[in-house]
DNA sequence: GAAATTTTGGAACGATCAGTCAATATCCCG
DNA sequence: CGGGATATTGACTGATCGTTCCAAAATTTC
């Protein structure tokens, strides 16, 4: 019988995760990813195919534990409104730190179809979850009663981008709070 | 007295721009450069020095031009909310394509003092018009009076990066005037 | 103990990288 | 018109790239 991996697949994805989202996929190199995941050349080419593959593979964990996060976010607090703040509280906490998907998109665009296809599910997911929560804040009166909920749920998932951008230009802590009110206050 | 450059430095640095924003920094070749600017690579090493010193160069004068057309564009209009909602606009109309500024963000973060120098001198700038002209909105009865026209200014500077995603991402027009529409509606 | 698999790490492959070099070409002033 | 100064051309340099190959050693499990 085979000798099992040493190596924690997941754990090895999350170290790979780091240097992408500080580096990129084109400013990574190969050497640099098997030294932070602490794995040898022929086990990262054996386990993740290609460094295009393990790029899709940090993607897709990354975005999934994002929109997990966020979910748990918006499901938190006695009222809706409370979990959009805390949603966007969450957002501001990492603000500093470079976010994949944002990098992603800014390094591909959608020319990667296998990249579009995560993020577009991932966006489908939270834009429906957000869309819901924003009906239940309406019946609350925390959000304006004839606003377009899906319109309020792309904005606020536009808000995401423009908050990390902004922390990753140096706004600090209060810079970003305005920025989060702000963000919610238009939905009122 | 020596020979003349044969071509032009500027029309040189926007193509050599071009490929900055569709590639990033690391994704963009020497080879890649010079045969979109039309030049030798020995011209590119004379006039610009080296790969860096190009990208320095290329990220300056984008963000010079963005910085005055955003404020040209905020300048026009009878009332100061028409200069705020036609800045808007001409982010809405280019948020398909790849922002140099927002790029360079991503890849570099605040790593690269030669870069981030650029970055803040033109947001402050931004802000500083943004700021200015929201107090006239104020005035106007446009924008709500209470609001912190710093806050605000940095928060549409946020909306800005957070539309252009957007659009990378592949939201329509009608989706992006949406966006812009909220981001204009936080104000009031 | 053997079969099966993993790990190690050097070597290699073909390509590409950023930047340099030298020969040639060209401009312009005296 | 010639020479000084600079520009252009394209080959070249040393390094690095992503990926594959290889063989020895290690490890697991039956």
Chains 1, 2 share one sequence.
Not at 14 to 24: I, K, N, P, Q, S
Not at 179 to 187: I, K, M, Q, S, V
């Amino acid at each position: 019988m085979a000798r099992p991996k040493e190596f924690e697949k997941d754990a090895a994805l999350d170290a790979a995760t780091r240097v992408f989202r500080e580096r990129g996929f084109a400013g990574s190199s190969a050497a640099d990813l098997t030294r932070a995941m602490g794995i040898g050349r022929q086990s990262l080419y054996d386990t993740f195919g290609d460094k295009a593959q393990l790029y899709r593979a940090a993607l897709a964990r990354y975005t999934a534990q994002e929109t997990e996060a966020h979910l748990a976010a918006l499901s938190t607090g006695p009222r809706a409104v409370d979990g959009l703040e805390i949603l966007l509280a969450r957002v501001r906490a990492k603000a500093g730190e470079p976010c994949l998907a944002v990098g992603a998109v800014c390094e591909f665009g959608r020319t990667r179809p296998e990249l579009t296809t995560i993020q577009v599910a991932a966006e489908r997911a939270l834009a429906a979850a957000l869309a819901a929560r924003l009906g239940e804040a309406q019946d609350e009166g925390d959000v304006a009663p004839g606003l377009d909920v899906g319109e309020a749920a792309a904005f606020l998932i536009a808000a995401i981008p423009g908050i990390r951008i902004a922390g990753r230009r140096g706004a600090g802590a209060a810079q970003l709070q305005a920025l989060a009110e702000l963000a919610l206050r238009a939905l009122r």
